[in-house]
């Protein structure tokens, strides 16, 4: 598999066209970046773990029966996956009150949540990633009633799946954001990555940060939390 013209540059990873028209490749950056892009940093070694762990994430998955793109991984940062049109959506799972939830409900961070809650947000930098919801997402064409359903029941499959397996590595699965695409079929397929960039990450027992937020909210202990998090999953 060899990397072609590069298709798009992210906040955080490359994506490269190949000699198969059904696979791109993705490269994993080591750049961070927060608040939609305000806060600009490093995080030393991040590319690798985000690919390892997001590969590690797609192969539990695939076996418990959830459609990923991952195809396969091709050296530390990089990764060979299905092309799919990206369906502008992020969606995010909370099991926990942390972060934009606890500032817009006044709930204190670590609030279990009585049922799990499901927010989608639109791809959109120049807006902010806005909050929408079902209506928007219809009204906007951005997402078929079909398609809507079908991802928040993979979401919250995805949820109990990784509430588990997180469960047994000693963390507690706070809240996460997952994208989706759509392949030349037509199926809808989870897409992205699953990093502490894209997840948050606490120790059950001290509860201690081992997520992005370190590097939000400068905490210091960034690179070894990500290290401590491939330590547990055993890369
Ligand atoms: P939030 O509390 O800032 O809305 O974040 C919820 C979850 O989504 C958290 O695990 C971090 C993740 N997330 C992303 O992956 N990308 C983003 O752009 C944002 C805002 C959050």
Redesign the pocket.
């Known amino acids: 598999m060899q990397k072609k013209e590069l298709l798009y540059e992210g906040k955080a990873k490359k994506v490269y066209k190949t000699e198969d028209p059904e696979v791109y490749i993705v490269s994993y950056k080591d750049d961070a970046t927060a608040f939609n892009g305000l806060k600009k940093g490093t995080i030393v070694g991040k590319g690798v773990v985000n690919n390892q762990m997001s590969n590690f994430m797609f192969r539990l998955l695939e076996k418990q029966g959830i459609p990923t793109h991952y195809v396969e991984e091709l050296d530390e940062r990089e990764t060979a996956v299905k092309r799919v049109d990206i369906v502008p959506l ?1 969606v ?1 799972v909370r099991n926990k009150a ?4 606890s500032k817009r409900l006044g709930l204190a961070e670590g609030t279990q949540m009585k049922t799990t809650v499901l927010e989608f947000s639109y791809k959109n930098d120049d807006l902010g ?1 806005p909050m929408v919801n079902d209506y928007h997402i219809l009204a906007m064409g951005l997402a078929t009633r079909e398609e809507i359903d079908q991802i928040a029941s993979m979401s919250l499959k995805i949820n109990d799946l990784m509430i588990e397996f997180f469960r047994s590595v000693n963390v507690d699965l ?4 997952l994208e989706f695409g759509k392949t030349s079929d037509g199926a809808i397929i989870l897409a992205d990555e699953i990093s502490p ?4 990450f606490w120790d059950v027992n001290t509860g201690e940060k081992l997520d ?1 937020d370190r590097f939000r909210r400068d905490m210091g202990g960034v690179e070894e939390a990500y290290a401590e998090m491939m330590k547990r999953l055993g890369l």
């Open positions: 992020e995010i942390a972060g934009s939830l990633d706070i809240d996460f954001k960039d894209t997840c948050r992005k």
